[in-house]
């Protein structure tokens, strides 16, 4: 392909393909410095030094063979719509994004409109499922995904608030963009609440519709950055209303009223929580025009989103996993279990070289919903594991812990303290196989420790 047919550049150069990464540049190659960062001119050095074909660039750097472009975060999108032959053209691009939620709203929509998916639990189509690096992947993985949904009318995705402070995914436009809800997390990386918020957004500019969280105290910020809006919620003024639900410990009922008109809706999700993320998802439905009759059908057939309140063993006790790592959502998972049994052992630890403050919060939460905790590792990556349990502690004066660091022996604790009926809660990896520890991801699985332990008992 010459670089002219991507760009309005007089140039008569050739190149096979297009890389982002400078280790993988091989001879002839064309060769994107974005996202742009500190080290940028040292990437395009490396580069140049294997050989490409050309370099498109935002910085100045001295080389023939180097293109600079003003406006290259959005000349991104254009380049790879051109080199991709337009996959998302007369397609939906459903972009999900709050700090919680994320992932269930996707999986849900994933089942009710059988389509692909990209996010925390990998590229997922034709029940086949690809690992990622990250929740929203950079833009030339995100087209080689987008290329592969030929065969398909919906794509739908987690977007991060990173993914938008990093700027690697450009201006990508979406036909719909979905808001769950706002809390505190990441701000280690936005450095501020209003900043995390100001992220989340860019998603929203670049929506023809917004599905919004009537209930959030951050509706009218998210409504007015928005192109059109539609909203879900308890509140009389949202579009689709709840007006109320029941929750039991397999199932939940939830009544929503619609255009003046109201449905009761049985299905097989979990907690306060998924009356909202349910909510929501029929009301992005509604947006692409799909009767309610239908949908309410389609929702009896979804599945367990996996690692989110999997009961994955239910024999004289319930052991269930879940990727809850934030203040909220660990008080929401144990809040609602709670309810039907207060026999509850949870493990849990918090990441490494992430949002600390967090820390001290979530060991208070553990320690006042449970009977037992056993605080352990998780992705400690350059942290010492012990640390972070330390500052989790810091700040309780209860004593109804264990610290063990080993997550499958935390995890064997747990099971040797349980008696008949109790819940062992698994917090914070899901179904996740690794552990961060360092810059490596260790080959590491809470399911797989479960079992391994239950069937050498």
């Known amino acids: 392909m010459y670089l002219k047919e991507i760009l309005p550049i007089e140039s008569t150069l050739k190149f096979k393909r297009i890389t982002l990464n400078s280790n993988n ?9 974005y996202p742009p960062c500190e080290n940028t001119n040292q990437y395009i050095k490396e580069a140049l030094g294997k050989k490409c074909s050309c370099v498109i660039t935002n910085h100045n750097y001295s080389n023939e063979l180097v293109f600079k472009r003003k406006n290259l975060e959005k000349e991104i999108i254009d380049i790879f719509n051109v080199y991709y032959h337009y996959p998302l053209e007369n397609k939906n691009l459903i972009g ?37 690096n990250n929740t929203t992947p950079r833009i030339d993985t995100l087209y080689e995904c987008f290329f592969k949904c030929k065969d398909y009318q919906n794509i739908v995705m987690e977007v991060s608030s990173e993914a938008y402070l990093t700027k690697r995914i450009g201006q990508l436009p979406f036909t719909i ?23 989340k957004l860019e998603l929203f500019k670049h929506s023809k519709i917004s599905i919004l969280n009537r209930d959030s105290k951050y509706y009218n910020l998210f409504k007015r950055n928005s192109i059109k809006s539609l909203s ?21 009922i939830i009544k929503i009223q619609y255009q003046n008109k109201k449905y009761t809706i ?29 949908i309410i059908k389609r929702i009896s057939y979804i599945k367990p989103v996996i690692g989110r309140m999997n009961i994955i063993y239910d024999k004289e006790f319930k052991v269930i996993l879940d990727y809850a790592h934030t203040e909220d959502s660990t008080k929401k998972v144990l809040t609602f279990f709670r309810q039907f049994n207060k026999n509850i052992i949870t493990v849990v630890g918090c990441a490494g070289d992430r949002y600390k403050e967090k820390r001290k919060k979530i060991g208070r939460i553990v320690l006042k919903y449970s009977k037992f905790v056993v605080f352990t590792s998780d992705d400690p990556r350059y942290e010492n594991p012990n640390d972070i349990i ?16 080993n997550r499958k022996l935390a995890i064997k604790k747990a099971i040797n303290l349980c008696k008949k009926d109790f819940i062992i809660l698994i917090l914070g990896k899901g ?4 552990m961060a520890i360092e810059n490596k991801k260790v080959p590491y699985s809470d399911f797989d420790s479960v079992f391994d332990i239950l069937d050498n008992i």
Not at 178 to 192: A, E, F, G, M, Y
């Open 25 to 33: 540049v091989k001879k002839k190659d064309l060769f994107i410095a």
């Open 96 to 132: 999900v994004t709050g700090t919680d939620g994320k992932t269930t709203i996707a999986s849900i929509l994933k089942d009710l409109l059988k389509c692909p998916s990209i996010g925390t639990n990998g590229f997922q189509i034709d029940n086949n499922c690809y690992p990622l």
């Open 177 to 199: 963009g979905i808001l769950t809800n706002i809390t505190k997390d990441h701000l280690d990386k936005h450095k501020s609440l209003k900043n995390y918020i100001y992220s």
């Open 232 to 252: 879900y919620g308890f509140s009389s003024t949202s579009d689709l209303r709840i007006l109320k639900y029941k929750l039991y410990f397999d199932h939940s």
């Open 266 to 294: 049985n299905y097989p999700l979990l907690g306060k929580f998924n009356v909202y993320n349910i909510a929501c998802c029929i009301l992005t439905l509604l947006s692409l025009n799909y009767e309610i009759e239908d």
């Open 390 to 405: 330390k500052e989790m502690i810091s700040n309780s004066k209860k004593k109804n812990y264990f610290v063990i660091e």
């Open 431 to 434: 179904m996740d196989n690794y």
